[in-house]
């Protein structure tokens, strides 16, 4: 096996879906050959983080550090260019499979603790196509006897099937922006409105020359109750919706994304904010035996 280990195919009807043992990662997704999702080769190291699940914090951890019941809580530097932990701890364990069959797989992995993380937890995930596309479950238990703070992130890069990305419109229901340090993107300061700047997407604006790397917060749910973002031209592309509880959105644009000709978009659900293990902001606190729930999803537009 590669470095992403087995390659569990999932499909109903015309659908179809390739997740990854290693990191239990989202690495195809298609509908009748075309592809709303970019994608990556199964013997390649997942590029850009695609595909990753970020528990139990998505994003940056400034420093690697984090306080904890009065203590300076120091984790693992996994991004030394900048200096910080970024991603959780899940994105390269080989994670069981748990059930395979038809258009479901569900795959679980279990952390005992590790170095700044003093808490053993349980998470699984289960993705789920259908007629109306791709669904991912989260889940997260706490094997601990104290409280547990965390958060989840995914990454998916969403492809608007055979629409160049620069030739659509991004559209966030994202209300406030997050401002950053240039250097080492962690926060500078509390989240501000976009309202009258160039960073506000919520009617939706064209993605071509925009380069973002930027956390939008305030996402609020449609009359569905869900959180839509969409990346579309005249009605055509992919949406990534999510539950109310991912009230954040990483966007990330690059025209690095191997084997892609033109650019990718990174539109990322997340539970909380970057730094949010320093900030507090939007952390789930999970009592010992508890378990927490949570979904988004793909869905193609066809206008």
Do not use: K, M, N
């Given at each position: 096996m590669g470095p992403t280990g087995q390659q569990l195919e999932i499909e109903h009807g015309d659908a179809?879906?390739?997740?990854?043992?290693?990191?239990?990662?989202?690495?195809?997704?298609?509908v009748a050959g075309v592809p709303y999702l970019e994608t990556f080769g199964e013997e390649d190291t997942p590029p850009l983080g695609a595909g990753g699940v970020l528990v139990p914090w998505p994003n940056r951890v400034a420093g690697g550090?984090?306080?904890?019941a009065g203590v300076t809580e120091q984790l693992e530097v996994t991004e030394p260019a900048r200096g910080n932990a970024i991603h959780g701890l899940v994105r390269r364990e080989e994670w069981t499979v748990v059930e395979h069959a038809g258009a479901d797989v569900t795959l679980e992995v279990e952390i005992a603790g590790r170095q700044g993380w003093p808490f053993p937890f349980r998470t699984a995930i289960t993705y789920t196509v259908g007629d109306d596309g791709l669904t991912v479950t989260h889940t997260v238990r706490n094997l601990g006897d104290e409280e547990m703070p965390f958060g989840v992130g995914t990454h998916p890069y969403p492809r608007p099937g055979g629409i160049d990305v620069d030739d659509c419109e991004l559209r966030l229901a994202g209300a406030t922006v997050l401002p950053v340090d240039p250097e080492t993107l962690v926060p500078t300061g509390k989240p501000v409105p976009v309202?009258?700047?160039?960073?506000?997407?919520?009617?939706?604006?064209?993605?071509?020359?925009?380069?973002?790397?930027?956390?939008f917060g305030g996402c609020l749910p449609a009359g569905d109750g869900l959180v839509h973002h969409t990346v579309t031209r005249e009605?055509?592309?992919?949406?990534?919706?999510?539950?109310?509880?991912?009230g954040w959105v990483q966007v990330f644009t690059t025209g690095d994304f191997p084997g892609k000709d033109g650019r990718a978009v990174a539109v990322e659900p997340m539970t909380c904010p970057p730094d949010a293990l320093n900030s507090g902001t939007d952390l789930i606190v999970l009592a010992p035996g508890q378990t927490w729930t949570g979904r988004w999803g793909?869905?193609?537009l066809h206008g």
């Open positions: 179809r879906a390739t997740v990854t043992s290693v990191g239990a990662s989202l690495r195809a997704f298609a550090t984090w306080p904890y309202d009258g700047t160039d960073l506000d997407f919520r009617v939706g604006a064209p993605l071509r020359g925009v380069e973002l790397d930027t956390a009605g055509r592309g992919v949406e990534v919706w999510a539950e109310p509880v991912f793909i869905r193609p």
